[in-house]
């Protein structure tokens, strides 16, 4: 089986996780907490980065250091992975779902004004699948608004718009490092920042917002969460980044050898590059078309005969029982793409004659 997106741990992953072992920091103080998030910093480009034990906790995290809560709305895509939609949830705050744009499969900046009411704090835009959304339009209306913007860049960890890294434009960008990341530290997540205050705050609040006395006593000022990452997976994600280059640059090189392949199939619509930005292309996300010869989910089952795993894409959050009864806006390019949608295999380690046999399978259909 050709599988969708596994890890590829290929460097200093043993040397330092066994460094961890043998001194005993194992837990969630050690040297490679402090230095994942300053590798990490350094390579998006943020002033602060704080680790938590996942994204979605890095999300969570975000608002509640933005002091988004109950009465609050925050717009956000619905054709996502759950985890965003949750966090809105968790601090209080309600989700207003926005429509995304067909070509990219990302937040439709332009239908964000028409949903902004007084109740509204926050844009959560998220870069799936690689695709990035137009930061220019929102960062505009979040100014003019008076509003927070919190990037959901978990998927697009690499991605580049007008020179900045995807998580890096809004107020708080927040990361995974999920099995299937870019990256990875079998769980994990990060919180960037390039307002150094919400930095802090951010640290203090992920560490149970504890104060060390003078006698080692433990005092708490606030209610705090325990999101800290342990160092043995911090261990992990140091050496990974290490490599996020070289990872780069093959997703991107098997981006392409698939565009060369599928080029000019009827009824297939391929992933794009917009100008000025660099797509990570994190998935390889397509769209069969209603003139293909099958559909989206019978495709899936003939790939899984061949030995291919594929996935679907995102089904719209607001179509699930927790979110059927949230405000919305109009939802048919979501609702549409989300039937279409298919994610092809993409991990750094697939093999040029893989890609090869994958597009057959296409062609041949």
């Known amino acids: 089986m050709i599988p969708l997106c596994v890890p590829e741990i290929k460097g200093n992953e043993w040397k330092y996780i066994k460094e961890c072992l043998d001194t005993n920091w194992v837990s969630s103080v050690g040297s490679y907490v402090d230095k994942f998030e300053r590798d990490f910093a350094k390579f998006v480009g943020s002033k602060s980065a704080v680790v938590t034990v996942n994204g979605t906790s890095a999300l969570h995290l975000a608002l509640e250091v933005l002091g988004i809560g109950e ?3 925050v717009i956000v895509p619905s054709m996502t992975f759950i985890a965003p939609v949750n966090a809105v949830k968790y601090v209080g705050a309600e989700p207003v779902f926005v429509d995304i744009c067909r070509d990219t499969f990302v937040m439709d900046a332009d239908k964000i004004e028409e949903l902004i009411t007084p109740k509204t704090k926050a844009i959560l835009p998220v870069h799936i699948y690689g695709n990035i959304v137009d930061m220019d339009k929102v960062m505009e209306i979040a100014n003019k608004y008076n509003l927070y913007v919190i990037e959901d860049a978990t998927e697009s960890l690499g991605s580049i718009y007008k020179g900045k890294h995807t998580g890096t434009i809004g107020h708080i960008g927040c990361f995974s490092f999920n099995g299937n990341k870019l990256i990875t530290t079998g769980a994990g997540g990060m919180l960037v920042t390039n307002d150094e205050q919400l930095g802090k705050k951010a640290k203090f609040l992920s560490t149970q917002s504890k104060v060390t006395l003078e006698n080692k006593g433990f005092y708490h000022t606030d209610i705090g969460f325990n999101f800290r990452m342990p160092n043995i997976l911090a261990a992990m994600g140091c050496a990974q980044l290490e490599n996020i280059e070289e990872y ?10 698939y565009y060369e ?5 009827e009824n297939i619509t391929l992933p ?13 996300s397509i769209l069969i078309e209603d003139g293909f010869p099958v ?4 495709l ?12 679907p894409f995102f089904i719209p959050v607001h179509t699930m029982p927790p979110y059927k009864n949230c405000r919305c806006g109009d939802l048919s390019i979501t609702d549409e793409v989300s039937l279409k949608g298919i994610n092809l295999p993409s991990s750094v380690s697939l ?6 046999k994958i597009c057959e399978v296409l062609r041949n259909i």
């Open 71 to 73: 009465g609050d709305e």
């Open 351 to 356: 093999k040029k004659e893989e890609i090869k």
């Open 248 to 257: 780069i640059k093959i997703k991107r090189e098997n981006a392409s050898f």
């Open 272 to 284: 794009i590059e917009k100008s000025q930005t660099r797509n990570v292309f994190w998935l390889y």
């Open 261 to 265: 392949l599928l080029k000019g199939i």
């Open 300 to 311: 899936i089952k003939i790939m899984f005969e061949e030995g291919i795993e594929t996935r």
């Open 295 to 298: 559909s989206r989910d019978e």
